[in-house]
DNA sequence: TTGTATGCGTTATCAC
DNA sequence: GTGATAACGCATACAA
């Protein structure tokens, strides 16, 4: 391996001279400079991270912890967030969660072992950071889903108000018997309750009311699990002529069950999702959901880790991610 | 930050007990072990990655470099990976190339730069990695699609051999107009030239003429270049009755394509993909497809990278994927 | 079975 | 402007 010593005598000058020229700082003479570069290009010295990092302290990677990077909606949003932090000079380390409450808060110590600078944590599960104190203090991002009360950097998506507009929407194409497959309601801060309660409100609002039949609980939000739930909803018998997916993937595994039922969408059932992920535009019929701006999410996420890496007693920050609907076959 | 310095000091021993007890090495007594064990919890010590890197000249961090992690075929593809690096005690940092040569030997010499211990390079234009000689002696496993002839370690899709089986179904199924919507032929070695002579292997053998009007080629391999060269196949006015897709995101495309020209899939035009993403059996009329055994091939890939770590002069291997053909409702 | 000395490649500090 | 020296936290080699 080539190291600043290497490169040092091959430029006739001192490591610390090269030290300075590789990290672009001054008080290095013009002629020096060039001397240490062209010694840097013929021998091919490349810095050692790890020499670095243990003196500085820090290795420019952050960690991005997601449930599973194969979700559509995580691949998409990873694919920001690694774009986003690139731009802001640090690489990224994709842990996978697992969805489980567990598999998050071994994310947070494995990547503090790791000695990642920051993490974003793309939490589903994890209701209680409480009980892991020997965290505080380290620079941790919430990105999507929970909400911790104020406690941590946190990039929210716009879940209450997302569902209410998507159900609204459904209201104002004459639904009336509009059903929501949603996931279980754990506790009262997760995205799913969030959700649900965009829906109530929604409906509230134009004088809808709620049937219990109509709400289905999923254990996962799958496109498996979305297609079981519909052809369920179908089979109880109980009339319907709208449905509010909890996510896009949950929505394209609906679509499919109603399909297996014989209803058509939207002249049957009208159909709407939640994260515009890549696939809705193009499903038969094409998908009408909440786009929330996920690059704006990432960009977000990735610019409050940095922050909170430079000072890390900045108050917390809350955003909530701007959303559109966008609408097209499933609600025509 | 906690230090082994820390952890001796309170157990009362001496650092190098603390690293012994760390790595598990033998020569500790039980009840030092033990004293070490609780001063660890107490005190929160965390080995330091870095230090123990710079001593050992090995990171533990594997490289994967994917065109886009936001195509489902590769977001699929990076969990198994991940999951089977996991198992050989490897972490995974994923590197985005955008399916462009610059930036498969830009991901090569970064990943040398952050000293990951290996790389594995799912590349798809890179074709002249001669071209690169000061990477030479770097574990380097290919990945998927291209062929460089037996100088890396690779593990293939089995894209003739699958590209051919997938023909053959839809030529047994009756169709005798088989179009194929591929990529850029831009060598002979690629995977989109490896698919077109299975496709023209399928119909030689089933006495069908090759009608270089069926032959559509793309840019690139999204569902909206699917989508395009299906409405314009339709729209020139030739006779189809069955198409292959080079992947299955272009499939959903050609799917969704086919559906804008008010055109029936399998009635009017039967249709197969190639790669089993996980949307493909959710889509309406779900969509039979080569499934090669992408568990198989991320198994394969990090055994072959850690072999490579561990004797860099071994001979390289070269593998097939295994695959079946998945046959769903849009060939029925 | 445990402790001591030394060095991995880099950077901060300070002297020249 | 440039260079010498001392850390950073850990593991190897060897001494006790």
Redesign the pocket.
Known sequence: ????????RLA?????????V??N?D???D???QRVLEAIRQSG????????T????RTGVIGLAVPDIELPYFGHLAAHVIEAAGRQGFHVAIEQTGAAAAGEADAIAHSRTLHFDGLILSAVELDRLDEHPAEAGYPLVMLGEQDFGGRFDHVAMPNEEGTKAATTHLADRGCRRIAIVTGRASDDVNMVTRRHYGYLAALAERGIGVDPALVFSLDDASMEAGREAACRLVDSGHEIDGVVAVTDTVALGVLRGLADRGLRVPEDVRLIGFDDIPESGFTVPSLSTVAPDHRWMAERAVELVAQRIRAPLRPTAQYVAPFELVIRESTR
Chains 1, 2 share one sequence.
Do not use: F, Q, W
């Open positions: 391996m080539v190291t600043m010593e290497d490169v040092a006739g000058v001192s490591k610390m001279t090269v030290s300075n590789v990290n700082r008080g290095v003479g002629l020096v400079r010295y490349r810095v050692n991270v790890s020499a670095r243990l003196r500085s302290g």
